[in-house]
Every structure is written in C-alpha cells, then in structure tokens.
C-alpha cells in the first residue's frame, strides 16, 4: 500500500475520531435535552440514552485506532503477524457491541411506545448493517488468517 494513502487514510481516521469526540460532549446531549423538552413523560430515558448514544460512539471511535493500528502494521509490512488478530478480533467485537446496543435501544424504545416507523427502520437497518459488517468481517479474518499461513509456509521453503 502506498505511504500517501496510508497517510492519509490515517488523517482522515483522526478527523472523523476527533469529530466523533466533539459529537460526544456537544451534539448528543443536547439532541438528548430537545428531546426531553420536546416529550416531558419520556425524560427519564434522557440518561440512558446519552450513556448507549456515547457507547455506541465509543466502539466506533475504538475501532478506528484499530484500523489505525492495522494500517500501521501494513505501512511496516508486519500485517501477517499474529498481533494483527487481536485488532481484527477487538474491531469484530466492537461491530457485535454496537449492534447490541442498537437492538436494546430499539427494545426499549418499542417497550416504551415511542418506536416510529422512521425509529423502527433506521434500528432495522443498523441491526442489519452489524450484523452483516460482524460476518464480513469473520470472512476477512479468515482470508488474513489463509494468508498469514501461506506467508509461514513460503518462508519455510525459502
């Protein structure tokens, strides 16, 4: 891979982390306090809310230094090394939280009786999207995991 894409898939991974931090502090509490003005009876899922909203974010944030990490082993040609796994395995574990974060909210909402169509959609699309992201990538730890193997077995020979 070429260093200028490293480098500047690893600025934009910065920017879009540190946005994600700002989203944290500024834009979900206060899109938390609207809706609490917005729906009084609803006020105490307001805590709740931030702290799964803020999880969520987190996981994303997590597994961007994981990809961070990983390209970084790329750029050093050590990607086939078996501390490669263990960001892969925490990026897989991070996709399966976050879906399950998302489908507790949809529950809680739908338990509460304020799960709208659009509510309802958009938890759908993102249990969908997880889920289909966790085997996508089961099926490129596998592929890594055929190619780490294969890279052993050339330096056996040679």
């Known amino acids: 891979m070429h260093r200028?894409?490293?480098?500047?898939?690893?600025?934009?991974?910065?920017?879009?982390?540190?946005?994600?931090?700002?989203?944290?502090?500024?834009?979900?509490?206060?899109?938390?306090?609207q809706m609490v003005e917005k729906s009084p009876p609803l006020d105490y899922l307001q805590v709740p809310g931030i702290m799964v909203t803020v999880g969520f974010v987190l996981c994303v944030q997590v597994a961007l230094v994981c990809v961070?990490?990983?390209?970084?082993?790329?750029?050093?040609?050590?990607?086939?090394?078996?501390?490669?796994?263990?960001?892969?395995?925490?990026?897989?574990?991070?996709?399966?939280?976050?879906?399950?974060?998302?489908?507790?909210?949809?529950?809680?909402?739908?338990?509460?009786g304020v799960a709208s169509p659009s509510v309802i959609m958009l938890c759908s699309l993102g249990i969908v999207v997880g889920s289909g992201l966790a085997l996508m990538i089961v099926v490129m730890r596998g592929l890594l995991h055929q190619a780490s193997q294969l890279e052993r077995d050339l330096a056996e020979v040679v």
């Open 4 to 33: 200028s894409a490293i480098v500047t898939l690893k600025t934009l991974i910065f920017v879009l982390i540190t946005l994600l931090l700002a989203c944290q502090v500024f834009v979900i509490p206060a899109v938390a306090q």
């Open 68 to 112: 961070w990490r990983l390209l970084s082993l790329v750029r050093a040609s050590i990607i086939f090394r078996e501390n490669a796994f263990r960001y892969v395995n925490i990026i897989l574990g991070l996709v399966a939280l976050a879906t399950l974060l998302i489908l507790g909210s949809f529950i809680t909402l739908a338990v509460a």
